[in-house]
């Protein structure tokens, strides 16, 4: 059953691909019919790789630098600018503690 | 489409019967270029049977696809040239994209500005080494180049009018000088670099350039001093390519990568510089190296100087603050190269931090972490990331880090490659242009200044498509080319393919890198740079020992690598050579032995009646070093600033004088 619902919205994308029909509906019902029947058989495993380090997937690591309300910095006014302080205060475009222009 | 089709599976059968290839074959699967309409891509034999090479024509050929890169291919193809785009990464993938300072344009949105000042301001900076009329065509175009970058599709930031936001930043002054601060440098949020080369690259797909992303660049194909092309391997599938053209541009970015310490990506192995060199053209100015003092060990990135800002203190391996001894007053806050030297000096004489004594301290966690984490937000993350320590219990291990290089391959303002004689003076080399950080146009001169250098790979990537536009015609006839030219490349890459020395390529990078940053790096006096050409010398001919050890042709990294080491060499000797024998402390390349600047006249004192020095007794002069590929010799020679700029009356030139700020 499953193998013939296969053949036929395989078929069916052949078709479209190079006569270019346009023959989505009855495809995309094929392929949510198809999935359906896979996903009632077999739950998804686990991941098994190793944690790391920096997989902290029980919190959100909160980035430290937060988003201006509406995108634009109150202080200067400038809409679409770098998140947080100021990069040049102190002579160099620092980020993060990181200098990346001097 | 079809007759594509069979023309390709024609030229698959073609190739598939070399006896290299055997692998390839078994697959059966078709080689991944495709033949652009227009041109045919016809394979021959002219080089050697083993390895078939597959000829291209093109207008134009563009080397590198960064921002200089891209700006330049897309220009041509706007212009109607057909052009060829050869990189060895993915456009979105060069160093550009790391840039994410902001960039330089008088627009005047903040305060009343000028691109005169802009001019007065980079001339200073460059320490009278650069060429004005190079800098005047820079400035003068910044802001057509902002704006047109704007209508592209790059999002700057605004201000409350809608105008792009403009900050301070970069030793930018009004008035020339007199006036104050500037607000000149435009960003994009935190991703300047980031967004120009993504605007640029999706603004190319629009016209028709053909792009060879992975094609490895070996060497142009010079002949009788006239630039015919470029030789590529495919990293792919193995196969060799020669663009032929009229017009190749080079914008291969900058050799960080020859330092032990440099914020460089690890593709930046200055592939331009070294074709160049190995068709026997000068390059210029190499010495010039921008160092940063703390960059973290081993990651390559900086650390502000923010954090010494707010009290983080430089430690050696006593626990000394040694900052105290070099700059009583300042202390930590000395100005960069002071803190620089002194990081050096420390080390040298035997006080560095960690198991190889090789790098000093960043004390920050005698500050109370709530400071840190208001001040300084995202430190700790930072620290954490790529130093692996945590900021509020151990100091970051930090040294100095190789950042831009000013020098590269000598061209004048619209982009064209030049050679030097004293009887002649400046000659174009025909065929051949260069653009953006391989490039030396030049606009940094002795230092560049910040938000300058993206400036500089739009202008002058720009300005290579212009000339090249106002020089030629799209489609015309290409001279010929001997049908073995290449064969040297094809000889040296199946030389490394099967080499079989005792010393592995990463070793002798290893020792070229430590080389590199224990005589050539901020702390220079003519013994330790003395000891440091010697070494790099014994290291050059350690080259001919090298052991490969993928000897397939496809994807073959390790060949790559080999390569891209090959290239290093030549920029790290050039660099050596070139700062051993300039005898002052100008802009980037300061001596502890010579101190000051050497000028045509000492702009210290009063000028009137001081006899100007001829050129052979002052250093005000540009270094053009050539390399003989087969001993690692260099010879230099030297070449004058240009002094005067474009238009006189538009923009005066500034006349030398002592730079301070």
């Given at each position: 059953m499953n193998m013939s619902l296969l053949r036929v919205c395989a078929s069916t994308s052949i078709f479209r691909a190079t006569k270019g029909l346009f023959m989505e509906s009855a495809f995309t019902g094929c392929l949510r019919t198809a999935s359906g029947a896979a996903k009632d058989k077999e739950p998804l495993r686990k991941a098994k790789t190793p944690q790391g380090r920096f997989d902290m997937n029980d919190e959100k690591i909160k980035d430290p630098l937060?988003?201006?309300?509406?995108?634009?910095?109150?202080?200067?006014?400038e809409q679409g600018g770098p998140r947080g302080p100021e990069p040049t205060r102190y002579g160099d475009w620092e980020r993060k503690g990181r200098c990346v222009d001097f | 489409m079809a007759v594509v089709c069979t023309a390709s599976r024609v030229l698959t059968k073609k190739i598939l019967s070399a006896k290299a290839l055997l692998a390839v074959s078994q697959s059966s699967r078709k080689l991944h270029f495709s033949i652009y309409g227009k041109n045919e891509a016809k394979v021959s034999d002219g080089i050697s049977t083993q390895y078939p090479v597959v000829d291209h024509e093109f207008d134009a050929v563009v080397v590198g696809a960064g921002g200089a890169g891209l700006r330049a291919a897309f220009g041509l193809s706007e212009a109607g040239f057909n052009t060829a785009c050869v990189t060895k990464l993915f456009p979105t993938r060069s160093h550009t994209v790391a840039a994410q300072g902001g960039i330089n344009a008088a627009l005047g949105n903040m305060e009343g500005d000028d691109w005169r000042w802009h001019f007065y301001d980079t001339v200073k900076g460059s320490d009278w080494l650069g060429d004005q009329d190079a800098i005047h065509y820079m400035t003068e175009q910044a802001p057509h180049a902002v704006v047109e970058l704007e209508n592209f599709g790059m999002p700057f930031s605004r201000t409350e009018d809608g105008k792009i936001y403009q900050r301070a930043f970069g030793g930018q002054s009004l008035k020339f000088g007199k006036g104050g601060q500037a607000h000149r440098c435009c960003c994009v949020a935190d991703r300047t670099g980031h967004s120009l080369l993504h605007t640029l690259y999706g603004r190319s797909l629009r016209y028709d350039t053909s792009y060879f992303v992975e094609y490895f660049a070996l060497d142009l194909l010079m002949e009788e001093g006239e630039c015919k092309g470029v030789i590529a391997l495919c990293m792919e599938d193995g196969s060799i390519h020669r663009f032929r053209s009229k017009n190749t541009v080079i914008a291969t970015g900058g050799y960080g990568r020859t330092y032990f310490s440099c914020t460089s990506a690890h593709t930046s192995t200055g592939d331009g510089n070294a074709m160049v060199t190995r068709a026997g053209l000068p390059c210029q100015d190499l010495e010039f190296v921008q160092f940063h003092p703390t960059g973290i060990y081993g990651a390559g990135c900086l650390i502000t100087e923010g954090c010494r800002g707010e009290g983080g203190i430089l430690i050696n391996s006593e626990g000394e603050r040694f900052m105290e001894r070099y700059a009583p007053n300042a202390k930590d806050l000395a100005s960069r190269d002071v803190v620089s030297r002194s990081i050096t000096i420390e080390i040298r004489e035997g006080r560095g931090c960690g198991p190889e004594k090789d790098h000093a301290y960043l004390q920050l966690h005698h500050l109370p972490p709530q400071q840190l984490a208001t001040r300084l937000p995202g430190i700790s993350e930072t620290a954490m990331v790529f130093a692996g320590v945590d900021v509020t219990k151990e100091p970051i291990p930090v040294l100095p880090t190789v950042h831009y290089n000013m020098g590269g391959i000598p061209t004048n303002?619209?982009?064209?490659?030049?050679?030097?004689?004293?009887?002649?003076?400046?000659?174009?080399?025909?065929?051949?242009?260069?653009?953006?950080?391989?490039?030396?146009?030049?606009?940094?001169?002795?230092?560049?200044?910040?938000?300058?250098?993206?400036?500089?790979?739009?202008?002058?990537?720009?300005?290579?498509?212009?000339?090249?536009?106002?020089?030629?015609?799209?489609?015309?006839?290409?001279?010929?080319?001997?049908?073995?030219?290449?064969?040297?490349?094809?000889?040296?890459?199946?030389?490394?393919r099967f080499a079989d020395g005792s010393m592995r390529t990463s070793e002798i990078r290893l020792n070229m890198q430590k080389t590199m940053q224990n005589h050539a790096a901020v702390f220079r006096t003519g013994k330790v740079l003395k000891e440091g050409c010697d070494k790099m010398d014994a290291v050059y001919q350690t080259l001919d020992d090298i052991k490969t050890f993928d000897r397939g042709i496809v994807w073959n990294t390790d060949l790559v690598e080999t390569l891209e080491l090959q290239n290093l060499m030549l920029n790290a000797v050039q660099t050596i050579n070139s700062a051993e024998q300039r005898q002052e402390s100008r802009g980037a390349h300061s001596r502890e032995d010579f101190k000051d600047r050497m000028d045509e006249l000492d702009y210290a004192k009063p000028l009137a009646g001081q006899v100007r020095k001829p050129i052979e007794e002052h250093w005000r002069k540009h270094t053009m070093s050539t390399v003989d590929p087969k001993t690692g010799k260099v010879t230099l020679k030297y070449r004058p600033v240009i002094d005067n700029s474009l238009d006189a009356e538009d923009c005066a030139a500034i006349p030398p004088a002592i730079r301070s700020y």
């Open positions: 937060e988003k201006f309300p509406d995108d634009v910095n109150p202080a200067t006014k | 303002y619209k982009g064209q490659v030049l050679t030097y004689t004293p009887e002649e003076g400046d000659k174009v080399v025909p065929g051949l242009f260069a653009c953006g950080e391989a490039a030396c146009a030049s606009v940094h001169g002795a230092n560049r200044l910040g938000a300058n250098s993206l400036l500089d790979l739009v202008v002058f990537g720009r300005a290579c498509a212009h000339t090249i536009a106002d020089i030629c015609n799209p489609g015309e006839k290409l001279s010929p080319l001997k049908p073995n030219a290449g064969e040297e490349s094809v000889a040296n890459l199946d030389k490394l």
